[in-house]
């Protein structure tokens, strides 16, 4: 009798516990179903109904969360279901979850490979720029068949050759402050895969404004840096930034190389953060911040400051609307362009003291007697360089000024006395080269010129063969 | 007071391209205390070599740098007056914006 008794409320106790997690998971589900209708309501549609994408929370008589998974589904994710802490809750969470992944570069690479096999209901990929060989070594998700087309394009159809079944959005512009709102507006994550401080800062305030958490993440070099912005009392970007560096300390990877790999790291751990925010599972990396030093092989994770009630975008008197949003000027905030493409041009010199990379061609072939400093450094020197350049790194030009005396001095032996040796300076892309110039004027080389334009120009113009990095 | 000052982000470009120093850091007393201020000024006299407007801005570092005190910001421990301990370790980290 006793035994039965007891059997009888081990079996309602399951029963109740059953009902308990059953109505748990009902309302996690009604409370993502009104977090939709209200972004429906604040932006005038969502993707998802407009176009008919699946959405298994239809189903909402069925009380059995994996009926809404399909057997290919079951099957794909079934390593992810096997996982306790993430299992069929968090892969449904991640069906119906949209993110947005600005930036289809080095970190954009692997995030969008594995937001895509993962089941992201919808990836949405904004990039403006095209593919390119010198890209390949590290944003791994294009091919060389894809070299000249766009990125979006190259990337969309990489995830679509993995996971058939999810949706792809392609945005193959850049983002500014007139579109940002309407694509952000979108999605329930945003990752920051961009390269330059502009779109930063424009990207965590538009998510600011939008309400939605932004995982960042940065590479440069053998260096990594990654955190959630503006999740879970979190700071955004402007309460850590409040102001933006000098254009000086914003160093990009055409310029100062980056180990491939490392964007790698930081995109796959990119990946890791929405996949966690999206599916509710673990703990999101707000308030802290991933450091990664690729040498030494060492990751830090330090506590960083918590939103700040001073801070223009997300405190406690900020003015940041959706008005005054797009009306922000971020390239004249930061001083530094949307683009890591673009470059200052440095205009230092009177056009008598440059001559064009075809003039320069010219004189090398009448045989004219002359000394061509090259003032890059000497890493970029050793990639590739032109015949019988003298390699003076601009940061060292001061100390070896004899080394000129003595090449011009050798250049003039042969000439009649009085005759000169023209002192001819080029760089990788001209500005240096311009500055070296003006610096020799001043130090007792008036007759300095340099070569407009440097060895891009050399290998646009005069010499197509010319290895150009 | 003997401290460990980390650079990192392409700060240590300014600090002969060495990103770990072990220092020891004279206090103005003996056995007195040292703050950040102190450290920053004592950095820029000893340790920093180039382009000074690359690490510091008025009193306090550029904008863009992360000053962290043994792994926490150091605003949230009293920044310019956070005092020291000995064999405390500060990471100064210039931002990145690459990828």
């Given amino acids: 009798m006793e035994g039965r008794e007891c059997d009888c409320r081990e079996g309602r106790r399951a029963g109740i516990l059953a009902e308990l997690k059953s109505l748990k998971q009902q309302k996690i589900e009604i409370e993502k179903r009104i977090n939709v209708i209200e972004t429906q309501l604040h932006d005038g549609g969502h993707f998802a ?59 954009g690479s692997p995030a969008l490979l594995y937001l895509a096999a993962c089941g992201v209901g919808c990836i949405g990929i904004v990039d403006h ?57 979108k999605y ?41 912005y503006h999740h879970k009392g979190g700071p955004c970007y402007r309460c850590l930034f409040p102001s933006p560096p000098p254009q000086a300390a914003c160093q990009n990877c055409s310029d100062s190389g980056v180990l491939g790999v490392v964007p790698g790291v930081i995109g796959c751990l990119q990946a890791l953060e929405a996949i966690k925010i999206a ?72 056009e008598s003291a440059r001559i064009s990379s075809k003039e320069y061609n010219e004189c090398v072939e009448r045989g004219e007697p002359h000394v061509l400093v090259d003032v890059r450094p000497e890493h970029h020197f050793m990639i590739a360089s032109l015949p019988k350049s003298l390699n003076l790194p601009l940061s060292t030009l001061q100390s070896r000024l004899g080394e000129i005396e003595e090449a011009l001095k050798r250049e003039e032996s042969d000439l009649s006395p009085g005759s000169h040796a023209s002192l001819y300076v080029v760089c ?25 334009g440097g060895l891009e120009s050399w290998a646009r113009d005069v010499y197509p063969n010319f290895p150009m990095y | 007071m003997r401290l460990t000052i980390e650079f990192g982000g392409g700060l240590e470009l300014l600090f002969q391209s060495v990103k770990i120093h072990q220092v ?48 926490c910001d150091w605003e949230l421990c009293g920044q310019l007056d956070a005092t020291l301990e000995e064999k405390d370790a500060i990471i100064f980290i210039s931002t990145l914006h690459g990828g």
């Avoid at chain 1, 407009?50 to 057997?71: F, Q, W, Y």
């Avoid at chain 1, 990207?203 to 440069?220: E, F, Y």
């Avoid at chain 1, 892309?429 to 610096?439: E, F, I, K, L």
Wanted: net charge negative.
């Fill in chain 2, 24 to 71: 020891d850091v004279p206090t103005k007393t003996k056995g007195g205390q040292l703050t950040m201020k102190d450290l920053l000024t004592w950095v820029s006299d000893n340790l920093l070599k180039e382009r000074p407007e690359m690490f510091i801005k008025g009193e306090t570092v550029r904008p863009g740098i992360l000053v962290l005190i043994n792994d």
């Fill in chain 1, 188 to 228: 329930d994550v945003v990752i920051d895969a961009t390269d330059n401080v502009s779109t930063r800062y424009l990207i965590s305030d538009c998510c600011v404004v939008l309400g939605k958490p932004l995982v960042s993440g940065a590479a440069l070099g053998l260096e990594g840096q990654l955190t959630v």
């Fill in chain 1, 428 to 452: 990788r892309r001209g500005n240096d080269s311009q500055r070296a110039v003006d610096y020799l004027h001043g130090v007792g080389f008036p007759l300095a010129q340099d070569i407009i």
């Fill in chain 1, 129 to 185: 720029d095209v593919v390119e060989l010198n890209n390949l070594h590290r944003q791994i998700i294009h091919n060389e068949a894809y070299i000249g087309q766009s990125k979006v394009k190259s990337a969309a159809e990489a995830c679509h050759g993995i996971n058939s079944t999810i949706r792809i959005v392609e945005y193959p512009e850049a983002l500014g402050s007139q579109n940002a709102l309407d694509i952000v507006s």
């Fill in chain 1, 279 to 350: 599916s509710s599972v673990g703990e999101p990396l707000s308030g802290r911040m991933l450091l990664f030093d690729a040498l030494p092989a060492r990751i830090h994770i330090v506590k960083i400051r918590g939103r700040s009630l001073n801070c223009v975008a997300c405190g406690e008197n900020a003015t940041f609307t959706r008005d005054s949003f797009q009306s922000f000027d971020y390239e004249k905030f930061t001083q530094a362009p949307f683009s890591d493409k673009t470059r200052p041009k440095l205009s230092l010199l009177p």
């Fill in chain 1, 49 to 107: 109904e407009e176009e008919g994408v699946r959405d298994p929370h239809h189903s909402a008589s069925c009380n059995s969360a994996s009926a809404s998974l399909t057997p290919q589904d079951i099957y794909r994710y079934s390593r992810h279901l096997l996982l306790p802490s993430f299992g069929v809750q968090g892969q449904l969470n991640l069906l119906k979850s949209s993110i947005l992944v600005v930036g289809a570069g080095g970190l």
